[in-house]
């Protein structure tokens, strides 16, 4: 239920995303720009989470409000003065510093201060009963494992049977990357403040935010005109890629596909490859294997076109192709080489996966015309470091890629990242755990390799094929759930979303 209520809020998000640490600039851009203060602003954060808790918990009736030494707490301040008002019971813990608080989060705490409120020591004893816990612990700037006091109260918060709500972003949780240095907040529901941050879309960002939301504080216009550093798409943006076809189309239309994979052993990978991009659109498919997964897949397969692996084969599938996919289940051994050697030569779009990522980490070349479908390790073994390196920035981590290795870059995961050579970025707000299961990666090439043959640029191919694949896992898991989900089980239901006037009528 808590998968389906994130993936139904996904619809009201906005579809830009701010680096973290270009919203301290932004906001104080905004302000001026329509003449407000920045105490203006925190008090329309804090009304906005005011608002969006009563109407998540309208029964709650004793709130604990922690509240940072920052604007964060500043915000929670806020909420707790206005909660006051209306008649609710309010616990308000803060945590001191040395350091004075910012003249805005001061403001609020004597507004708090002067409505009659109480602020007990970070230490002090919780109430007995609690109906609802507001996070206003640490804002957007955090970068490192939250110290004490606030590592103890995170720890308290997780510990509680009680709903949390987050200001900005849970505590912990870096806004800027989606990584967990230490403790952090496990929310029920988060409201970020003016826009979107990286971290609460990709990394540890699912397991921490809950259902997110947006309050842009009134901003709109300001943010309408300034250019979007990052692109958030769901499964509601797919009909601006994806438009229905002409009533006279023929398979020529559609793209001739060749998929170069499925080492001796490995059939079924290639085979989903093939199938994929079958159910994605394309118009033909031809497979190009080991001679021993012919049979296996043809007979799976009918409508793939499948031949054993040769040089002359693969000279005259590369003459025929207009788009080519290689690596799942490719292998390295000689044989492997050979062929990517020379599906290296074609100038085609072309889209490389698995073991061609392997053998690409050890010969390494940049161009234009190809994407890449690294997972983390891959994507590791391509740059030259550890996975928890790729984890610990995935969009600094898929924009190096890019720049090293030229075209599109898919960095897979938990809000896979899209980046290109040019400089666009994209996440991909779609997916779920289910996902954790090997072939996953094989129909999701086949996927975006159907849809270059579709005329798609590499960008917008890889975008739309991540939205496409994670939203059929996300249908898949509404009627069956998670755990136990098959990459195959999507087969059934991607014509929903590689048809979205279908689902619009």
Known sequence: MRDQAIE???????????????????????????GLTLYELMQRAGQASYERIRQQWPQAQHWLILCGHGNNGGDGYVVARLALAAGLSVTLLACDSERPLPEEAQQARDGWLAAGGVIHAADAAWPEHIDVIVDALLGTGLNRAPAAPYQSLIEQVNAHAAPVFAVDIPSGLVAATGTTPGAAVVADCTLSMIALK??????????????????????????????????????????????PRKATSHKSDHGRLLVVGGDSGTAGAIRMTGEAALRSGAGLVRVLTHEDNIGPILSARPELMVDALSDARLDDALAWADVIAIGPGLGQREWAQKALKKVALSEKPMLWDADALNLLAINADNRQNRIITPHPGEAARLLGVKTAEIESDRLHAA?????????????????????????????????????????MGDVLSGMIAALLGQQATLFDAACAGCVAHGAAADAVARQRGTRG?????????????????????
């Not at 842009?216 to 890629?241: C, K, M, N, Q």
């Not at 995961?413 to 954790?436: C, L, Q």
């Not at 989900?485 to 009528?505: C, G, H, K, R, Y």
């Open 8 to 34: 139904a809020n996904a619809r009201s998000l906005p579809h830009s995303v701010w680096p973290a640490q270009a919203m301290p600039q932004l906001e104080c851009d905004a302000a001026d720009s329509l």
């Open 198 to 243: 990286p971290g609460q879309l990709t990394g540890k960002a699912r397991d921490h935010v809950g259902v997110l939301h947006c309050a842009t504080l009134g901003l709109d216009t300001f943010l309408a005109g300034e250019p979007v550093p990052i692109h958030r798409y769901a499964a509601a943006d797919l009909s601006r890629w994806l438009k």
């Open 399 to 439: 924009q190096t890629l890019a720049n090293r290795y030229g075209g599109v870059v898919v960095l897979k995961g938990a809000g896979t990242v899209i980046a290109s050579a040019a400089g666009d970025m994209a996440i991909a707000d779609v997916g779920n755990a289910g996902m954790a299961s090997g072939g």
């Open 485 to 505: 989900m098959l990459a195959t089980d999507l087969f059934a239901l991607l014509w929903q979303f590689v048809n979205p006037e279908m689902i619009q009528q």
